[in-house]
């Protein structure tokens, strides 16, 4: 007996559906997989560039919407996968088994850059993805503390350090090998050094993402890992108000300099909600990061809100994200963290197109 609905009327269905971030139709990108027909049933997967895709549910239900609508199908059901694309590194050695290396950065310090790599890389562990945090900032290394770390990395027979795991990240960083009081005074050449070993000399295991926590402003530690590895880009944070916007455009002059994607700005510390009457106060001032975002071409990942949670969960060892996921700060970072998977992907493509018209 013959099927009411075809394969190929079903992949004409789908090419309808387009990603939003990457301008091509699902079938045309390839992430349509294993269509199976049974009588009027339809089961199909479609395979995802990340896991923290922004528009997941939005593309599985128009899908399942297109092909419910053919002729002799009385049911659509999509199943949603992730195969995590890795970005070339045109010549220079990628670390084994990470598919994707980004950056976060400031101009300057005490904007909540550590406060943002940390939540990024959470957020993008809870929507599936695995997910490594390494702290290059050498001489203030404070992911240990926010992240509640006591311990030390063991190491492997081959001299390979294992990275401690705390709320199932990956991590490794100078505040695990050193006394919490005992200062880094070290010259250019040793940063160097500790960048390719936290790099190189890690057992960093399989991941979609590895997330480098830089230390503020422009200097060693961004370019010595622009020689050193393949960036999938670099996310940049700024507060509000125009101080740390001035720094920020000389970082995004400096990434541009290294041929280093900028992936987009966050604006941390953005506002203020009281909590009694709900009123919205713009503490540092308002809109700063989204204007320079504009002005210089870049994408705004978003604005998280200041939370006096934010600061105690990183005293604590409790990133907001993983104590607090339904707090606005968290719902803001979990936010950013689709917005950057998004424009990793889209780098992954370009690096494709770029590779098969060589």
Not at 79 to 101: C, E, W
Not at 130 to 141: F, I, K, N, Q, S
Not at 318 to 333: E, K, R
Request: proline share 6%.
């Amino acid at each position: 007996m013959p099927l009411s609905v075809t394969r190929e009327q079903v992949l004409d269905a789908l090419r309808t559906v387009k990603d939003p971030d990457l301008h091509k139709d699902i079938v045309s990108l390839n992430f349509v997989k294993e269509v199976r027909i049974q009588g009027g049933e339809v089961d199909f997967t479609i395979e995802l560039t990340t896991p923290a895709c922004p528009v997941r549910d939005e593309m599985k239900a128009e899908a399942e919407q297109k092909v419910a609508a053919l002729n002799g199908v009385t049911a659509a059901r999509a199943k949603m996968t992730a195969d995590v694309r890795a970005r070339g590194g045109f010549g220079r050695q990628g670390v084994p088994g990470v598919r994707n290396i980004l950056a976060v950065g400031a101009g300057k310090g005490g904007v909540g850059k550590s406060t943002t790599s940390v939540n990024l890389a959470l957020a993008l562990l809870k929507k599936g993805a695995r997910v490594g945090l390494m702290d290059a900032d050498v001489y203030g290394p404070n992911l240990p503390q926010m992240l509640g770390i006591t311990d030390q990395p063991e190491v492997t027979d081959d001299k390979k350090m294992i990275p401690v795991e705390a709320h199932g990240l990956k991590v490794i960083s100078m505040g695990m090998l050193i006394p919490p009081d005992q200062p880094v005074i070290w010259r250019g050449p040793m940063l160097h050094g500790a960048v390719q070993q936290f790099t190189r000399d890690v057992a960093w295991g399989e991941l979609d993402y590895l997330v480098i926590d830089l230390p503020p402003g422009t200097g060693d530690v961004a370019l010595s890992l622009s020689q050193s590895v393949p960036l999938a880009g670099a996310v940049l944070v700024t507060t509000p108000q125009g101080v740390s916007v001035s720094d920020v455009r000389k970082a995004v002059q400096m990434f541009r300099q290294l041929n280093i994607p900028i992936l987009g700005v966050v604006e941390n510390m953005s506002y203020f909600v009281c909590g009694h009457c709900q009123e919205r106060t713009d503490i540092f001032g308002q809109g700063g990061g989204q204007k320079m975002a504009q002005d210089m071409g870049l994408t705004f990942l978003g604005e998280v809100p200041i939370d006096t949670r934010v600061r105690s969960g990183g005293d604590e060892g409790q990133p907001i994200v993983a104590a607090a996921p339904d707090a606005p700060a968290a719902q803001a970072f979990e936010a950013v963290a689709g917005k950057v998977a998004a424009q990793i992907s889209i780098q992954a493509m370009r690096v494709l197109r770029v590779i098969q018209t060589a």
